[in-house]
């Protein structure tokens, strides 16, 4: 491959400060840590893991809305944090989760969509009107909902008009922070459809997250998996979900509820200890609640082993590992990264 | 056990939130009640409970449980019986849960309550609920605030707290909604354990046809506060009448059987409001087998043992459009 | 779900006609203002010495001529009424209006900035919450001699701060929405997104404040002019009215009672339009 990557992560890593009391010490939480990651002009990253994993300030950090502590995102080549607001968000937007929350409502719906325009301040008025009548139309919006505000519409529609926003500047690259987690099962294929077709279409790249393992499975083409603000597994998708290597990925999949009758609920055996991001436990992160950990696991970190489809941080996947623990298709050699 | 027949509620005249809905839950069987947001399945629980806003009015032609009327129920013996004999958990245990006691106090509060179960008591058959619920050292979870818990540790409180006075049915609003996957996971394997070991009936409500394939017993599935299709599990998603249904089921990804990339299957439109007095058919908007005649009464129609639905089209009619 | 459990309360339809009672009387007292000289027959200034204390139409011996009577100094006491509306309301809006500005501005400012900004802001509401406003105005009026610019001036430049407060405290929380998170992705400039996003979002809010403190400057204009440092006579302020009526309160009650009602009239009906503002803003926010 010899152009840039859409979207590139090094090394992010974002650090809160939080306040426990009046006089106590600010604590440290880690929200992402050391994330890596890039992503072809074309794909979509579905990025998947449990509430408090940092999936959603990854989002904010690749789109610049949080700078990071440590680390570098590149769009298309070139470092964010040296592009102009205008340039980025010709390249960049984003659709977020809760269509009630992400459009004003003392705004009417065409003037949302023209915002990103009126913010460019070189787009003549006329051609401001048509771009926006095509973009409404093109995600099926009819002209007459144009004059509307967002409470006169249903979620979904909601949803495409923060879809027509995102793209009235013909971006590369689309942040999606769970864009159908607020939706009813029947608007959020009308929407996932919609997403896929104009991906289609306008050759678009997108960082997909979402809490929904079998919406990201539909959609992906790569998956990374995060587990206290690390990508604990990434993979291309078919292998991740035919052969996960890690055993979070593993516990995640098997949490899956597809509707399949008779299958019963699963046993994931994670115990109920809940992860922390203000008090990351040493070593894996993820021993404490891993059913196969071994006295390794709390003192070393575990590196980046292959898997079929990628890497996974995980002793178990070391070739030296106690035998039949270790994931499929694991090969002898460690990522590097 | 439960048994409710022709349930309408309205508010102020203007919004009919259930039309007629009918569903019984029968000692030891999980009864899945399933639909968008809404279609008035929240609102059946509500009625059931009697814990309706005011200004709501609910009517019906049976709404009994264990044999009691629970129409004709004073409020002051229907507040008796819930908690005691029928106890409900909600999506939010926040909301539903006191921040300002500790777990324990509310606990306990329920049993001497209905009970007048001394104190010690009351305590020691809250850490033994606690430990049933699956909750670990619950001599210390006894004594923490809500706010210290985690949200699936809360959800288990919450159930823990139904269990106090042995219901003999829970009604579960949402549960495991606002929860990650694997705990959900996990709130769901109790509440299957529990209904083995107890006997309990469970009225589950949820809008995810995942978690009723995998705990119901028997589903009905609702739409525009009506029941559009009623079965028990296995046939519900094996052979689906409703176009409503069908239409559900065909838009839920399921990994290694939807074809990746290739578009799901879409119900277009929203739900509708239906106004007091709507005849016909409210999915026939947004149905694609929708003919004239599905603006007058719609049948009933039997589909097998225990299975109905509600639709102009023919009880075979599946089979027949397969051989077309 | 939830717009379903929501049934509109037994509360609602009162609520709405307190609202409205509200805001006709603001409505009179307002139209008063703006129509002052045309509707009453009298000067407000012109005295006669010969009709001192002409009792008002529902005592006996009151007349047409002078429905709410005469003053001690035989000046008609509706003209003088009207007037005084006019003066109670310029001061209510023109105190607001600069008041408005300067806290919101600030209060804005602090809330969409932080950091730095903030710190600044919060410095400054604190400063001026150790102010004694009352104290102040006292010492300013009886420094520079009583005009009406400036008491509207004193009031104008000491009455920012619950503005500042709740200016900051909601911009803060729309800030964080993400409509506000979009805009900056689309490269919207600090400006566009503090006129377009915020401000039009926190209006409402800002309004109730309004009204709270349109009462407030009416209320301090008339304590002001009743101690003889507010709106300098023959100017009829209301406050300055109840002043000159109180040596007569005992055998001619209704000089002190009509400026005494109207002013309670006029505060109690903004109120009632805050509290009817704020109603709806929360009805409107649950939608």
């Known amino acids: 491959m010899t152009a840039a990557p859409a979207i590139e992560a090094r090394g992010l890593r974002r650090v809160f400060r939080v306040r426990q009391g009046l006089f106590a ?18 794909s979509v990253l579905g990025v998947v893991g449990e509430s408090g994993c940092g ?283 | 056990m439960l048994d409710v027949r022709g349930l309408r509620v309205e508010f102020g005249g203007r919004t009919a939130a259930v039309r007629g809905a009918s569903l019984r839950v029968s000692k030891g069987e999980t009864h899945c009640l399933v639909g968008e947001s809404g279609c008035g399945k929240s609102v059946t629980a509500l009625a059931v409970m009697n814990l309706l806003a005011r200004g709501a009015k609910r009517d019906a032609e049976v709404l009994s449980f264990a044999g009691q009327d629970l129409l004709r129920l004073s409020d002051s013996r229907m507040s008796r019986l819930r908690g005691d004999r029928m106890a409900m958990i909600f999506q939010e245990p926040m909301t539903s849960l006191n921040p300002a006691y500790t777990v324990g106090s509310q606990m306990t509060e329920v049993l001497r309550r209905h009970r007048g179960t001394p104190r010690a008591q009351a305590v020691d058959r809250a850490a033994e609920l606690l430990g049933l619920v699956g909750i670990t050292a619950p001599g210390m979870r006894l004594g923490q605030y809500p706010h210290q818990l985690s949200g699936g540790l809360r959800q288990r409180v919450m159930i823990a707290m139904a269990l106090m006075c042995d219901p003999e049915l829970l009604v579960a609003d949402e549960p495991t909604t606002a929860l990650d996957v694997t705990v959900q996971a996990q709130i769901l394997r109790l509440l299957a354990t529990l209904r083995r070991d107890l006997g309990l009936g469970i009225l589950l409500i949820t809008h995810d046809l995942g978690v009723v394939a995998r ?110 | 779900m939830s717009e379903a459990l ?71 006491y509706l003209a003088r009424l009207i007037y005084g509306a006019r003066i109670s309301m310029v001061i209510g809006v023109l105190t607001v209006v600069a008041s408005g500005l300067i806290g919101t501005t600030l209060g804005v400012l602090g809330g969409f900035f932080g950091g730095r900004i903030d710190d600044l802001v919060l410095f400054a509401i604190t400063c001026r919450l ?50 506000v998170s979009a805009a900056w992705c689309a490269g919207s400039s600090s400006f566009s997104m503090l ?32 101690l003889g440092l507010g709106v300098p006579p023959p100017l009829p302020s209301w406050g300055l009215m109840i002043a000159e009526a109180k040596d007569y309160m005992f055998f001619s009650p209704w000089v002190i009672m009509v400026p005494g009602v109207a002013l309670f009239a006029l505060v109690f009906g903004i109120n009632l339009l805050g509290d009817g503002l704020r109603e709806m803003l929360g009805t409107q926010d649950a939608r």
């Open chain 1, 25 to 42: 010490e600010p604590r440290q939480v880690v929200a992402v840590d050391d994330v890596s990651f890039s992503v072809p002009a074309g």
């Open chain 1, 55 to 337: 999936k959603s300030t990854l989002a904010r950090l690749i789109l610049g809305l949080l700078p990071p502590s440590a680390g570098d995102v590149l769009v298309d080549g070139k470092r964010l944090a040296e592009l102009d607001r205008r340039a980025r968000a010709r390249l960049i937007q984003p659709v977020f989760q809760d269509p009630f929350a992400s459009l004003n409502p003392r705004r009417r719906v065409k003037d949302i969509v023209a915002m990103p325009l009126a913010a460019q301040g070189d787009v003549p008025s006329a051609a401001m009107a048509s771009r926006v009548a095509e973009m409404l139309a093109r995600v099926g919006l009819s002209e007459e909902q144009g004059e509307r505000y967002p409470a006169q519409l249903s979620g979904g529609q909601r949803q495409r008009v923060a879809i027509a926003r995102a793209l009235v500047l013909r971006p590369r690259i689309v942040v999606c922070d769970e864009p159908t987690s607020a939706l009813d099962v029947s608007v959020q294929a009308q929407i996932l459809n919609l997403l896929a077709e104009l991906r289609r279409e306008l050759g678009l790249t997108y960082l997909f997250i979402s809490h929904n393992l079998a919406v990201v499975e539909h959609v992906a083409s790569e998956v990374a998996v995060m587990y206290l603000g690390r990508i604990v597994e990434r993979s291309e998708a078919e292998a991740l979900f035919r052969a996960p290597g890690h055993p979070y990925t593993r516990a995640l999949l098997a949490s899956v509820l597809t509707p399949e009758p008779g299958l019963g609920v699963p046993d994931v055996g994670l115990g109920d200890a809940m992860p922390d991001p203000a008090n990351i436990p040493p070593g894996c992160r993820f021993h404490p609640r891993c059913p196969q950990a071994f006295d390794r696991c709390p003192r070393e970190a575990p590196a980046a082993w292959a898997t079929a489809g990628g890497f996974a941080e995980c002793h178990l996947l070391e070739p030296t590992a106690p035998a039949g623990l270790a994931g499929a298709g694991a090969s002898q050699r460690q990522l590097a990264r």
């Open chain 2, 215 to 324: 705990v119901a017993d028997r589903v009905s599935v609702m739409y525009a506060g009506e029941v559009v299709e009623s079965a028990p599990t296995a046939e519900l998603f094996a052979a689906p009448r409703h176009p409503y249904t069908r239409g559900l089921l065909r838009c839920v990804p399921v990994p290694g059987k939807t074809r990746r990339g290739e578009p799901l299957g879409s119900i277009p439109g929203v739900v509708p409001r239906i106004p007091p007095g709507f005849r016909g058919c409210a999915f026939r908007d947004r149905c694609e087998h929708a003919a004239p005649n599905c603006a007058g009464a719609v049948p009933r129609r039997p589909a097998g043992p225990e299975h109905e639905f509600l639709c102009t089209l023919p009880a075979d009619w599946t089979l027949r459009e397969a051989a077309a």
């Open chain 3, 6 to 76: 929501t049934a509109p309360g037994d509360g609602a339809t009162g609520r709405r006609l307190a609202f409205l009672l509200g805001a006709l009387i603001v409505g009179v007292v307002a139209l008063a203002a703006v129509l002052g000289p045309s509707i009453t027959p009298h000067d407000p200034f012109a005295q006669d010495l010969g009709k001192r204390l002409v009792v008002p139409f529902w005592m006996e011996g009151g007349g047409r001529e002078h429905p709410l009577g005469t003053d001690q100094l035989g000046r008609d």
């Open chain 3, 130 to 179: 150790s102010i004694p406003v009352v104290l102040v105005a006292l010492a300013v009026v009886g420094l520079m001699g009583n005009s009406f610019t400036l008491v509207i001036l004193v009031l104008g430049l000491l009455l920012w701060d619950r503005f500042a407060v709740v200016a900051r405290s909601t911009t803060m929380q729309v800030r964080n929405l993400d409509y």
């Open chain 3, 195 to 226: 006129v377009r996003e915020v401000l039009p979002n926190i209006a409402t809010h800002l309004a109730v404040v309004a009204t709270l403190e349109m009462a407030l400057a009416i209320l301090l204009e008339a304590a002001l002019s009743f």
